[in-house]
């Protein structure tokens, strides 16, 4: 049968029988960043789009429907646009934080791809440390940033970037938190033990109600995290010009604007992986028939509606939530969410030693 | 109980979120309450609410007949000197002289459309249309003149 990691096994046995194996994994990794490069422009496109239809119909609009059927073509033509348009460095930047600033942006979103399982053995690295290597990662995105909003020399954007400082030190806590609680009861860092520990259920189902308590901190933690409304302060288009973005433009802002989105689908990738089983199919105890039929559906395709549905969530909190203010957000971190996580935290541990769960 | 409060808070909260929720759900699902209209593409179908103000213009029998006096009330009415009415006399049947409007001229790029003028006019013969395809290549074509040529006052208006 025809499936990813049948195709990833073939080019590996014949780039081996062909080159040396130096040779090998070099080609190897040229692939595998082609095809990440592939990901990340495809994503792009798709994602924004997706934002604009889905904030249309909340919005009771119609969203882009002009550039071919339903305005497929919209965000490719957005993205010429940006292509053709001068990338303008202001006298008084920093210019070499200044120019450096979207690369680290998108190199940490683009490093965040190695450990996620998109499909069965589809995986760039499975390496022991997983989930921690994930969390470790997705904070350097926060350098980035501090580093745009410092070069640009100007007050927005500099006040935009030490609040995206502050919430994303004050959030990793919660998402790291609820992250632990799968760890607690999986028993393992590695990504492919905790997608393997869900194939007789998806953690959301066998860990009850503290793991849907985790889910949903985890949720609204990588929202903050991700930088979006309701909790954009950072961007703020109202009170800060888009913040730490406000002096870049063509494609330097365009690779922003992607990283936004990168980082939106790899936090949607994670929470799905972590929580709904990744690629796992959609069982239900004995029904041996219908278990059957589920393994039917590809796993890629699992793990792609799994996250799709995660992101659809998220841009469903973003049209409908108000914006946050700077207290009110570190309140809601500081006094709600690290108290009940931690408490949260306690129970899980305990389920996992006295095997409360099925 | 500082603890109950606590709790009590976390779940009116959520309750508040699911309900702002299920609004923008309930618009996701339901695109027959989409309200865009697709200008240039509906032109043929195209409905304007009732209360639309687009222009002023001056109401016409079959007769090629008016109601307008010439009594200059929208004139002093508008705000920003938009209309200008200029009248001319003429004699009636009884050989007596006779104020009589010859030219009303209203200026739409000036125009406000706050419909004093309208309220004003004793007679009712100005009313707003909807019509809003005003864009023109030279701005001296939105003088326009209300009065159609060679039209005159309906018999028994005074």
Redesign the interface.
Known sequence: MLSLENITNAVHEWLNATLNPNLALLSEFLIVGVLAIALFAVLGLSLVLMERK?AA??????GPNRVGPFGMFQTVADTLKLIMKEGLTPDGADKFLFNLAPYIVMIAAMMLLAPIAFAKGFQIWDINIGVLFLTAVSSISVIGILMAGWASNNKYSLLGAMRSGAQIVSYELSAGLSIITIVILTGSLQISDIINAQANGWWIFKGHIPVLISFVIFIIAVTAETNRAPFDLAEAESELTAGFHTEYSGMKFALFFLAEYINIFIACAIGATLFLGGWMPFHIGHWEAFNHIMDFIPSSFWFIGKTFFLIFLMM??R???PRLRIDQLLNLEWK?LLP?SLVNLLVVALMAVMGWYF | MFIIDYIKD?FKGLKS?LT??R???Y??TH?K????E?YPDNRATLKMADRFRGEVVMIHDENNEHACTGCSACELACPNGTIKIINKFELNAEGKKKKAIDTFIYHLELCTMCNLCVVACPTDTIKMEPNFEHSVYDRSKLTKVLNRPGSKIKAGVE
């Open positions: 889905v119909f909340i919005q009771i609009r119609l469903w909190f049209w409908t939530f709600y009940i | 976390i979120l702002g929720m609004v923008t759900g618009y996701f695109h309450e989409i309200i865009t697709q």
